[in-house]
Nanobody, 124 residues
Framework: QLQAFGGGLVQTGGSLRISCAAP????????VAWFRQAPGKEREFVAA????????SYADSLKGRFTMSRDNARSMVSLQMNSLKPDDTAVYYC???????????????????WGPGTLVTVSS
């Protein structure tokens, strides 16, 4: 069971760090990703770390503002979000997969394990 936490209310231009914990001992070998879903919109890819790769992949529109990191010792991933905008308001989900392929890490269907999400609200 993945558990995302750290969401909340932040003003435009502010920063927030959300994290996701997983109980699985082999978490370090999983592909782990962040997705988000704004009200009335499709769930969209935010960032991912492919298996043991230490270099995250990001949605083009978020590069430079969001930073994803992994702490294998704690089976945890985090997403540091800076210069937040009202358009970043969404429920943020962490997801994990043992079988995702690199070319499909941005695809919702590549992930079998999902947490319940944490709400991030950016006020204008």
């Amino acid at each position: 069971q993945l558990q995302a936490f750290g969401g909340g209310l932040v003003q435009t231009g502010g920063s927030l760090r959300i994290s996701c914990a997983a109980p699985e001992r082999t978490f370090s070998t999983y592909t782990v990703a962040w997705f988000r879903q704004a009200p009335g919109k499709e769930r969209e890819f935010v960032a991912a770390l492919f298996r043991r790769n230490s270099r995250p992949s990001y949605a083009d529109s978020l590069k430079g503002r969001f930073t994803m990191s992994r702490d294998n010792a704690r089976s945890m991933v985090s997403l540091q979000m800076n210069s937040l905008k009202p358009d970043d308001t969404a429920v943020y989900y962490c997801a994990a997969s043992r079988t995702a392929i690199m070319s499909a890490i941005t695809v919702v269907g590549s992930y079998a394990y999902w947490g319940p999400g944490t709400l991030v609200t950016v006020s204008s």
